[in-house]
């Protein structure tokens, strides 16, 4: 039999992050737990790999602040790179309604102490990007600190700076069962698995779309569902600048962003439904290039290989928000789950947060209490309206 200090399940990007700060508080023990042959085969290789600071509640703007300048700061801090591109994000209001919300999330924004973010006019959007249709844009929003990472980089980063301090990851490994042994003092587990059994006082759960049947092994219905997204890439593309932010129309939620020498389209089918379904439909590509000819005419004639598009998993929670910390009927067992396609943006913080509770049973970063298990039994969800 193995032991560990901390086991976490999952190696995706939030896996990474926790174990990276784990060790870098002084954890010696530290075991992460990776079903596939290699890491990032779950949600965090299908990322888009944006990063704001741009949203609705406190709580999500905080943590992009820990988060961002992290990216910021990557491979001085790790000696890795994360390609963190401070392009920004842009926020295009097509009535007064989108408007007044971008108006009030920018400040909530400058109030938690984001200083890059500004409101801008219609015409200044016109005069940035004359490619778009812009005769119905009335105003946006805009952060020149927002942008994108290669997650799968910062992945990597992450878990080779914490193996490399003596963390272990083990791959191509299923969890198949979770003891708890109530005899000792504190309660710890017992950690199933295909290839030994671990024990540990600490469980982590950071198993992306699939967190609810892990949950599941120590009796927790979590509230996570998987849902899925589509992301189409372009052939190379040069009649829209490649120094151009990722470009919101807030009439229809279609976005997209520079990506090598063509843009990577996204939008969110509302008649998706949730599911483990993995596979890209070939019926999207007409949807989205609808929607992106709509607002930028020139894509109307850009070409897109749909054997080059994807489909990855988001893991929704009811409020879209996170489940973070310990369960309350489970001590030991810590929640890192339901990030609703914030998971990449937001994996410094998450690692910082966890690392915080697991070690010290608090954290500064943001008040935990929010976005703990409890708030739906006790009907505090915090809804983001700011989903993309």
């Not at 120590?218 to 992301?231: A, N, S, T």
């Not at 937001?346 to 049973?361: E, F, N, R, V, Y």
Request: aromatic share 10%; with cysteine.
């Amino acid at each position: 039999m193995h032991t560990a200090d901390v086991v976490l399940i999952g190696g995706g990007i939030v896996g990474s992050s926790i174990a990276y700060h784990l060790v870098a508080a002084g954890s010696k023990n530290v075991l992460v737990i990776e079903r596939e042959t290699a890491q990032g085969k779950g949600s965090t290789g299908k990322s888009m790999g944006g990063v704001r600071a741009q949203f609705s509640t406190p709580v999500n703007i905080q943590m992009s602040l820990y988060s961002i300048p992290f990216y910021a700061s990557f491979e001085e801090r790790l000696g890795l790179p994360c390609d963190y591109r401070p392009q920004g994000y842009l926020f295009c209001a097509t009535d007064e309604n989108h408007l007044a919300y971008l108006r009030a999330n920018y400040k909530k924004q400058v109030a938690m102490g984001l200083k890059n973010v500004q409101l801008i006019a219609g015409d200044e959007i016109r005069n940035m990007f004359p490619q778009l249709r812009s005769d119905d844009i009335v105003g946006g929003s805009f952060c020149s600190t927002d942008g994108f990472v290669d997650p799968y980089s910062a992945m990597t980063g992450f878990m080779t700076w914490a193996t490399d301090r003596g963390a272990t990851l083990w791959k191509n490994v299923t969890v198949t069962g979770i003891a708890r042994n109530t005899n000792s003092s504190g309660g710890s587990f017992e950690v199933a698995t295909s290839r030994d059994t671990i024990s540990t006082r600490t469980v982590v759960n950071c198993a992306g779309a699939w967190a609810a049947s892990i949950a599941k092994m120590v009796g927790i219905d979590l509230p996570v569902e998987p849902l899925r997204r589509m992301l189409v890439p372009t052939e190379p593309f040069d009649r829209f600048p490649h120094t151009a932010p990722m470009i919101i129309d807030m009439s229809t939620g279609f976005h997209f962003r520079p990506e090598g020498r063509g843009f990577l389209l996204a939008w969110n089918d509302p008649e998706e439904t949730p599911g483990y379904k993995m596979d890209f439909d070939p019926a999207f590509v007409e949807k989205i290039l609808t929607r992106a000819a709509d607002r930028v005419p020139a894509f109307e004639n850009v070409a897109v290989n749909p054997k080059r598009a994807w489909a990855g998993l988001y893991e929704m929670t009811p409020d879209h928000h996170p489940i973070l910390g310990e369960s309350p009927d489970v001590p030991g067992f810590f929640f890192a789950n339901g990030f609703s396609g914030h998971g990449v943006m937001h994996a410094p913080a998450t690692g910082k947060i966890l690392s915080d509770l697991i070690l010290t049973g608090r954290t500064d970063l943001i008040d935990a209490s929010l976005l703990n298990f409890s708030r739906f039994a006790e009907g505090r969800a915090i809804h983001e309206t700011t989903i993309l």
